[in-house]
């Protein structure tokens, strides 16, 4: 059924190069923005009065078929013009030689930060559209101490909170997604021969250590970033990481918490990077109007229009002209100090862990391996050891 699925796109896709075009017709897709019809309609009909002869197709793609869909569409004669994408399956492309590069000097506009972090190998394959940072949402009437700036500070007064609050430090997803790889990934770990690492062992061991001494909850073993979320909401953990938008749902579904929150930067590591996370474009090397397609791509992430969409969504853009923008320097209310110290982390994100083409697999072997560490079956040396042996393939 999925080789037919895809026979299917690709005879569709095909099709739709047949017909014959009065204009340059640029296929635009996007992943699950149809929410926001009347802003991207505007941009391009604002693109197409200035730029006759070329048309803008636009299709929203839902965010569970995007990659199925690209990759069906890269590999035919005739694939999108532009796709929204999100990095790790951009790099998946690129290593696959199926994009257009991106020269250099298209992109001065936009955080060099953002710009670098989205290279692969070197060159540049996509062009970012908006991005986010998490930060750290607290309960200011259960903690008054030093806000930890790092990992080891928020363990360190873990045991103080648990004896002065009775209800814990925070609820670390540790063994959700690729959470545990940005954690290393923030004390200077990224390769997978540096996983059994002494760095890494002391990592899990200041997790370890917070589990078997009950500072943190034991549902950490399995729980979610939004089971994390109601954690803080009925008053059962003091700090919380997440995006901006977070902020939105404690207050309509728990006044009472929001009303004693307030914000401040993400958890780091020795490193002091912050985590981020973005979504770009990219351009297929079949393409048929490639100058056209990077043109409107560059009209629609430019200052006007990328400030336009964060004042919708809450996003951060990634034009650095839009970053300077007063809008990312407010510290009115909450939600607009939440919004600023989000975008003014973007600003430090080097260095990012590389996402492999196996990243799937890799970040299963590595939240099994925190769950075998939390749980005690073993040393933390020899579970990481066996991680190493088994991502090298041994």
Not at 39 to 65: L, M, Q, R
Not at 159 to 182: A, F, H, Q, W
């Amino acid at each position: 059924m999925k080789k037919l699925a895809l026979l299917l796109i690709s005879i569709f896709l095909l099709a739709g190069c047949a017909k014959k075009e009065q204009n340059k017709v640029v296929t635009f897709w996007t992943l699950q923005m149809g929410d926001f019809a009347p802003y991207i309609n505007n941009v391009i009909s604002e693109y197409e009065a200035e730029n006759s002869g070329v048309k803008i197709k636009w299709i929203d793609v839902p965010f569970s078929e995007g990659e199925k869909r690209t990759l069906a569409a890269v590999m035919t004669d005739c694939p999108p013009d532009l796709i929204n994408l999100n990095p790790d399956f951009s790099a998946i492309l690129a290593q696959k030689g199926t994009l257009e590069e991106i020269p250099e000097d298209k992109l001065t506009e936009f955080n060099p930060e953002i710009v670098k972090a989205l290279r692969y190998n070197g060159k540049t394959y996509s062009v970012p559209w908006y991005a986010t940072s998490a930060i750290t949402i607290y309960n200011k009437a259960l903690w008054k101490g030093d806000l930890p700036k790092t990992y080891r500070e928020l363990a360190d007064i873990s045991k103080e909170i648990k004896v002065r609050t009775g209800v814990y430090s925070y609820l670390p997803t540790i063994t959700e997604n690729d959470t545990m790889i940005k954690i290393l990934n923030k004390y200077g770990v990224s390769e997978i021969e540096d996983f059994n690492s002494a760095t890494s062992v002391q990592v899990f061991d200041m997790f370890r250590n917070l589990y078997k001494n009950k500072l943190i909850p034991q549902e950490t073993i399995t729980m979610t970033l939004r089971e994390a979320l109601e954690q803080y909401m009925a008053g059962k953990i003091v700090f919380f990481q997440g995006g901006a938008n977070f902020l939105n749902m404690v207050k309509e579904n728990a006044p009472k918490i929001y009303a004693q929150t307030d914000v401040t930067e993400q958890i780091k590591g020795p490193v002091g990077q912050n985590d981020f996370s973005v979504m770009n474009f990219v351009i297929p090397l079949r393409a048929k109007y490639k100058n056209e397609a990077l043109d409107f791509c560059l009209f629609l992430t430019n200052e006007k229009n990328q400030l336009e969409l964060a004042k919708m969504t809450n996003v951060i853009a990634t034009n650095s002209n839009a970053l300077k923008n007063d809008f990312y320097n407010d510290y009115s209310d909450l939600t607009a100090k939440a919004r600023s110290i989000s975008a003014r982390q973007v600003n430090h994100i080097s260095p990012q862990v590389r996402q492999k083409q196996n990243q799937k697999e890799i970040n299963l072997v590595i939240n099994t391996a925190v769950q075998s560490v939390l749980l005690d079956k073993d040393s933390t040396k020899n579970i990481l050891d066996k991680v190493v042996s088994d991502l090298r393939g041994n």
